[in-house]
């Protein structure tokens, strides 16, 4: 049983290498890249749009601010001609406070303004960026599908060798062995020596090592691979 697994999992890692050659490949990581950054593009334009509606919220408070200060300013037009020191050097400071004002309102509306623009230009960024990625999608998809085609033939014939020894292994190792496939982390299998797993080193408790004696194999606790012991 566990020589049909191991002679499995060698005619496996034939299949393993043509899907890391394909993922490695120019055409799969251009695609992937596409993909992920297609994913982000709902997102990056709903905060772009949040932020412009809180700008745009931001600019006309500032502006009806403004206006009111003008429209105050305006009040102290001919102040020069009041008589009373007194009254006219009140006004005046009025005057000049709501000067110091509007200049500030002004300086914040400039800098508003300055960070609209910036959000215009990224958002015409991104929709940029957005077209270019979905042409590179459509491209590198087709390319990547081109290439898995050119393998189709080889991984095949692996397929049915696999197959084949299938039939030898009890199906609840299979099972185990196909899960732990999903898995980048490849072999899978590996023996124990001396109480420790091969792939990860580490030792096996007592306990495991009853568990390995009657189930023949088991998950390391450590590094999650299948791991038996030679009768």
Do not use: W
């Not at 914040?108 to 960024?125: A, G, V």
Request: proline share 1%.
């Amino acid at each position: 049983m566990i020589e049909k697994l191991l002679e499995y999992q060698k005619i496996d890692a034939d299949l393993k290498n043509i899907e890391n050659e394909l993922k490695k490949s120019e055409e799969f990581k251009k695609y992937a890249q596409a993909v992920k950054f297609l994913k982000t593009v709902t997102d990056s334009k709903a905060q772009i749009e949040a932020k412009a509606a809180s700008l745009l919220l931001g600019m006309q408070n500032l502006q009806d601010r403004l206006k009111k200060l003008s429209d105050d300013k305006n009040e102290f037009t001919g102040i020069d001609e009041v008589e009373d020191e007194n009254m006219l050097a009140f006004l005046k400071k009025k005057s000049a406070e709501l000067s110091s004002q509007y200049a500030s309102l002004e300086a914040e509306i400039e800098k508003l303004s300055k960070e609209m623009t910036e959000l215009t230009l990224s958002y015409k960024k991104l929709m940029a960026n957005t077209k270019a990625m979905l042409s590179q999608q459509d491209e590198y998809k087709l390319k990547y599908e081109e290439l898995c085609k050119e393998k189709e033939t080889e991984k095949s014939k692996i397929k049915k060798q696999l197959e084949l020894i299938a039939k030898d292994i009890p199906s609840e190792y299979l099972a185990k062995y196909k899960e732990k496939r999903k898995d980048p982390k490849f072999p899978i299998v590996y023996e124990l020596k001396d109480k420790h797993c091969t792939a990860c080193g580490t030792e096996l408790s007592q306990l495991e090592l009853s568990r390995l004696k009657n189930e023949k194999i088991i998950e390391c606790e450590n590094c999650r691979r299948l791991i038996f012991i030679k009768e």
